[in-house]
């Protein structure tokens, strides 16, 4: 028979602070029979033997689903870390993540003074944010670190991140720390990258816009996939997809994003690369063929793609872009 049985360090450095100490008791106790039995000990039974009031025990037990530490099951529970395989990868993370704890102004300060990363944290935050953080600050800046589980230089490169979009309100910083620690961007290292990755899509998108005339109004999310197909799958340069759009006004008297994709595709299944290599390309064709570009050869997945307007979150740096275009 086993004397004993482990509890993480994590678990202890965060409800020891966190859960009320009855509710560890009722855990610990719960735990311990059944590491010791394998059987789960029913509320009332619990209640019995710590001479706890059913109603406290119940509490505590609704208390640790939330918290995703037991799990419901029928009319009772079961311990997380004896979940079945195939339940705990069809967990949704994602739903979990989006449970955002509450904090008091206590805990905090209780963290801050014994972890000077927290400390040098919030008065970063302070700096970089230019103003006297609220408690709300606070709480929601210490839950990126202490529930999210970013390291404190990561959260302040959000910060900075943030401020350089002029995007500062309290949805869409909780919104990017949500995306990078699903995207385990977890590091100062990863954080530069993803950050360079962003502002180069964010400078590309912005020079297009240009071209294209659009000042006024958000990019679609049609129109983001064929800026990207074009940038940063296909790496066309600015100048070649400029003079798509002119000859696709010229040609249509419009805007028509699938007929100047149709002209960048033939342009790239000939292999132009470059404004000289398209002149040098056109002076070779014959006469006849002047203004008329492929679109067969190599398929693009745009060629036959339909233009349509309906929206696809399927990639969450796509939604943090489009926020930013609407600021």
Request: hydrophobic fraction near 35%; include cysteine; charge should be negative.
């Amino acid at each position: 028979m086993k004397k004993g049985f482990e509890i993480e360090f994590a678990f202890v450095e965060k409800w020891g602070r966190l859960a009320k100490g009855e509710y560890l008791k009722i855990y610990l106790y719960a735990l311990s029979n059944y590491k010791k039995n394998g059987t789960v000990l029913s509320p009332a039974d619990i209640s019995k033997k710590l001479h706890i009031s059913l109603d406290e025990v119940l509490l505590a037990i609704e208390f640790w689903i939330t918290a995703e530490v037991l799990l419901e099951k029928g009319e009772g529970y079961a311990f997380c870390d004896h979940e079945e395989p195939e339940k705990r990868e069809a967990k949704d993370i994602k739903a979990h993540l989006r449970k955002r704890p509450s904090y008091t102004a206590a805990e905090i300060d209780a963290a801050a003074s014994v972890n000077k990363n927290v400390d040098y944290l919030l008065r970063q935050a302070e700096e970089i944010l230019g103003k006297l953080l609220s408690p709300s600050d606070f709480e929601l800046i210490y839950s990126f670190v202490d529930w999210l589980g970013l390291p404190v230089e990561v959260v302040i490169m959000l910060l900075r991140f943030a401020k350089s979009q002029g995007k500062l309100g309290k949805r869409y910083l909780e919104t990017v720390a949500i995306d990078w620690a699903e995207k385990g961007i977890d590091t100062y290292e990863s954080a530069e990258e993803y950050i360079k990755e962003i502002e180069k899509r964010l400078s590309n998108e912005g020079k297009i816009r240009g071209i294209l005339g659009i000042y006024d109004r958000a990019l679609s999310q049609t129109e983001k996939k064929y800026i990207n197909l074009w940038t940063a799958e296909n790496q066309i340069p600015i100048d070649l997809i400029r003079e798509a759009y002119d000859r696709t006004v010229a040609s249509t008297g419009k805007l028509a994003w699938a007929y100047m994709n149709k002209i960048l595709v033939s342009w790239q299944n000939e292999g132009v690369k470059t404004l000289k290599q398209l002149e040098k390309y056109e002076a070779k064709k014959p006469q006849g063929d002047l203004g008329k570009e492929k679109s067969g050869g190599k398929k693009s997945r745009f060629n036959n793609y339909e233009d349509t307007n309906k929206p696809d979150y399927t990639n969450f740096a796509e939604e943090i872009l489009n926020e930013m275009l609407e600021g």
